[in-house]
T-cell receptor, first 115, second 115 residues
């Protein structure tokens, strides 16, 4: 069965410091991996995705993520955090070999950037 | 281009009542889906569709029905509401082709309270 784990409910980081939001997954075959961000009382917004190719993916607002197949991880990173990055972040996965279009989301990690 | 729209924004139901949550998209996306978001549970897939006339179950389909008669619309029906269906519901759409075009766009959500 497919699954996604976001081991940290909340991550606190000082403004200007690098941030990492962790995601590990379990899926058969080659996965498509996604990061979304949710601001208060809003829908989810797409940040970035890994489909194939370069393991380092760059996305919106200066975020990037590294696909690590051996560790089955897809951690979200940013070199210098902003207070405006404070939000709820979701990792999602879809198996490309299951024959379905079922996306599995993690439980979310709340990022708090402190001024 | 309105993207993904959802109505209503907020609804209160009594146990046993029925209602339909509306979702529409104007991006000609083949794929549409419904999720529910609950605290600590992340987003869970209820139903999805890969085109008009084609629907399939997600993780938590019980108590919900869907149909897809047009590319644009994907309504979610609660036939007999239960308090356990109190949640925030999100609709999303995407191209199905995969690869670079596979990105879900989310609506603003419907907050449902079942008493």
């Amino acid at each position: 069965a497919q699954s996604v784990a976001q081991p940290e409910d909340q991550v606190n980081v000082a403004e200007g410091n690098p941030l990492t939001v962790k995601c590990t997954y379990s899926v058969s075959g080659n996965p498509y991996l996604f990061w979304y961000v949710q601001y208060p009382n809003r829908g989810l917004q797409f940040l970035l995705k890994y489909i194939t190719g370069d393991n380092l993916v760059k996305g919106s607002y200066g975020f990037e993520a590294e696909f690590n197949k051996s560790q089955t991880s897809f951690h979200l990173k940013k070199p210098s955090a902003l207070v405006s990055d404070s939000a709820l972040y979701f990792c999602a996965v879809r198996s490309t070999t299951s024959g379905t279009y079922k996306y599995i989301f993690g439980t979310g990690t709340r990022l708090k950037v402190l001024a | 281009n309105a993207g993904v729209t959802q109505t209503p924004k907020f609804q209160v139901l009594k146990t046993g009542q029925s209602m339909t949550l509306q979702c529409a998209q104007d991006m000609n996306h083949e794929y549409m889906s419904w999720y529910r978001q609950d605290p600590g549970m992340g987003l869970r897939l209820i139903h999805y569709s890969v085109g008009a006339g084609i629907t399939d179950q997600g993780e938590v389909p019980n108590g919900y029905n869907v149909s897809r008669s047009t590319t644009e619309d994907f309504p979610l029906r609660l036939l007999s509401a239960a308090p356990s269906q109190t949640s925030v519901y999100f609709c999303a759409s995407s191209y199905v082709a995969g690869g670079s075009q596979e990105t879900q766009y989310f609506g603003p959500g419907t907050r449902l309270l079942v008493l």
